[in-house]
């Protein structure tokens, strides 16, 4: 029987859990003009959006779309600061029940785990087994499909008014990702599959929760069926360590089998096994059982923007506390890694 989610909608418009819900939208956000603006009129925004929330007239606001580059192309959609307030409400009613039945390994966008405790789990496996099964999923966000995914939320969420809520949040991000999806045709489709309801925008924090929700069951698969001792995901990225190559080849069927019935698929000429002393390219980092270093890619991408941050420092030298916090934030990535000859390189060059 699985944890149920106690909560029920009249909870999720609650005062405490809406100004709770405010407060977690705010954090380390209130020096920007959306939550500055939010904060300004704090009372009166809360108790619209509660009016909206109990009358059930709450509907979501269009999404900003950009698009970034680094590490690889992805179309960010950031919801108007209020309904990332009205996430919140959602998010922090319903998780503890999901979070209760997530693997111990699953390390994404989740307290007290995230990319550093990863990489140190990874590097831990690479010292204790001779190879590695890494995988990672096609167009995830875009190909997230709104059913299934329904249909494990609502495994937990009883009250009949909350997975109404949920069905509009959903709805909200249906086709943002479009233009980012390649149709793909699984068993026992036809041809209007390709109308299904399908992606999650990249940025919400209910997607980055969702997007846990979706795998989890795949999670389990992985740990209890297949029986992987050494296995840890971060979003679509998965590793599977062993010291049998060829049982590491056949779980590799098993898996783009089992995503299939998740409507994903692999990446499959990146998902191969490799002894781990060839290194594993993994957020950001490679690494290696003795050691771990900086993908290149990383580096170069990184010296690339705080150069174009020193010629806006140039024009502006208000721009100074941003480059602080680049910089700040770069080195304490990087430090995770091998990577002091590297930032002595590339921190030397810069003047302010």
């Not at 959609?77 to 998780?95: G, K, M, N, W, Y």
Request: hydrophobic share 40%; charged share 25%.
């Amino acid at each position: 029987m699985p944890t149920r989610v106690t909560a029920t909608y009249a909870d999720l418009h609650a005062w405490p859990n809406l100004y709770t819900a405010y407060r977690k939208a705010a954090k380390g956000k209130r020096g920007r003009s959306a939550a500055a603006n939010f904060e300004y009129k704090l009372e009166d925004n809360l108790v619209n959006l509660q009016i909206a929330l109990t009358d059930q007239t709450y509907r979501p606001w269009p999404y900003t779309h950009f698009i970034i580059h680094e590490p690889k192309r992805r179309r960010i959609s950031a919801a108007p600061f209020r309904d990332r307030v009205v996430h919140h409400t959602l998010c922090q009613l319903i998780e503890p029940a999901f979070e209760a039945s997530f693997i111990a390994h699953s390390y994404a966008n989740r307290k007290g785990k995230g990319t550093h405790a990863a990489l140190d789990t990874a590097q831990r496996w690479a010292q204790q087994y001779k190879y590695v099964l890494q995988c990672d999923i096609k167009q995830f966000f875009p190909s997230i499909d709104h059913q299934i995914l329904q249909r494990e939320l609502y495994r937990r969420v009883q009250d009949g008014a909350l997975r109404k809520f949920i069905a509009l949040i959903l709805e909200s991000g249906a086709g943002v990702l479009t233009e980012e999806y390649a149709m793909v045709y699984f068993a026992g489709d036809d041809l209007f599959a390709v109308n299904r309801a399908r992606g999650l925008p990249i940025g919400n924090l209910t997607s980055q929760f969702w997007a846990n929700c979706y795998m989890n069951p795949f999670d389990h698969f992985v740990t209890q069926q297949l029986q992987c001792k050494a296995y840890l995901r971060y979003v679509d990225d998965f590793l599977l360590f062993g010291d049998d190559r060829v049982e590491l080849w056949r779980w590799r069927d098993a898996i783009v089998a089992r995503l299939a019935e998740l409507r994903l698929v692999l990446h499959h000429d990146r998902a191969e096994v490799k002894p781990v002393q060839q290194g594993i390219p993994f957020l950001g980092f490679v690494l290696y059982p003795t050691h771990r270093l900086l993908k290149r890619r990383t580096g170069i991408n990184y010296r690339r923007r705080l150069y174009a941050l020193m010629d806006q420092y140039r024009a502006q030298p208000s721009a100074k506390a941003q480059i602080d916090r680049s910089v700040r934030g770069w080195i304490n990535h990087a430090r995770y890694g091998d990577t002091w000859g590297l930032r002595k390189a590339l921190l030397r060059r810069i003047r302010l």
